[in-house]
């Protein structure tokens, strides 16, 4: 089976770094996603790492490390907008698309 | 955009109803999947379908049926539906950005079970 533990809340100011980990365990592993939920809203794709290393999206970076079933989000310049919950996923393998998804991050950003 | 709807957007139903929940893709994609969402619980895949006609069970599958007689019309079936059935509920299509899997998903509906 799959799990996905990632911390429930964060909190940070406006302008500042903050980095929501994600740690996995999977029969079988793809890639580490990360989705967007703003309060009311439905998830939207972030980005997606199948590889070791960092990848960059403007203020939102992804890293991944498959030997340590280990993953996480860096938000900069933090903006009170990103305020939101952040969801890690893991693509298992399957050639069907079936995402599986950790619990989520609640992030606030405070002025 | 991919243009996925799901309806009805609010639902408020009692105990032992049955409730159908549709979702509509004007995108052409072969794969869609339902998900709810509870708080604490994250995002969990009811059914997917991987074509017409082609459907199977997620993780959480007990009391729900799918049917997919269109490409572009996904129906998740509550045959009768329980208070453990409130939820939100996502509907999502499969498509492919930079070489990774991404999930779009419907704007959802929230369904409360009296």
């Known amino acids: 089976g799959q799990s996905l533990e990632q911390p429930s809340e964060v909190t940070a100011v406006e302008g500042a770094i903050v980095q929501i980990n994600c740690t996995y365990q999977?029969?079988?592993?793809?890639?580490l996603s990360w989705y967007q939920q703003h309060d009311g809203g439905a998830p939207t794709f972030l980005s997606y790492?199948?590889?070791?290393g960092l990848e960059e999206t403007g203020r939102f970076s992804s890293f991944l490390s498959r030997s340590d079933s280990y993953g996480y989000l860096l938000l900069q310049e933090l903006q009170m907008k990103d305020s939101a919950s952040y969801f890690c996923?893991?693509?298992?393998?399957?050639?069907?698309?079936?995402?599986?998804f950790g619990r989520g991050t609640q992030l606030t950003v405070w002025p | 955009d991919a243009g996925i709807t799901q309806s009805p957007r609010h639902k408020v139903t009692e105990t032992g109803t049955p409730v159908t929940l549709r979702c509509h893709q004007t995108?052409?994609?072969?794969?869609m999947y339902w998900y709810r969402q509870d708080p604490g619980h994250g995002l969990r895949l009811i059914h997917y379908?991987?074509?017409?006609?082609?459907?199977d069970k997620g993780e959480v599958s007990d009391g729900y049926s799918v049917s997919r007689s269109k490409t572009e019309d996904f129906l998740l079936t509550l045959e009768s539906a329980t208070s453990s059935q409130t939820s939100v509920y996502f509907c999502?299509?499969?498509?492919?950005?930079?070489?990774?899997?991404?999930?779009?998903f419907g704007a959802g509906s929230r369904l409360t079970v009296l």
């Open positions: 999502a299509i499969s498509g492919e950005k930079d070489g990774a899997n991404v999930l779009t």
């Open positions: 999977t029969s079988g592993f793809y890639g």
């Open positions: 790492n199948a590889l070791d």
């Open positions: 996923a893991v693509l298992p393998g399957s050639t069907l698309g079936r995402l599986y």
């Open positions: 995108e052409n994609h072969r794969y």
């Open positions: 379908s991987y074509g017409v006609k082609d459907t």
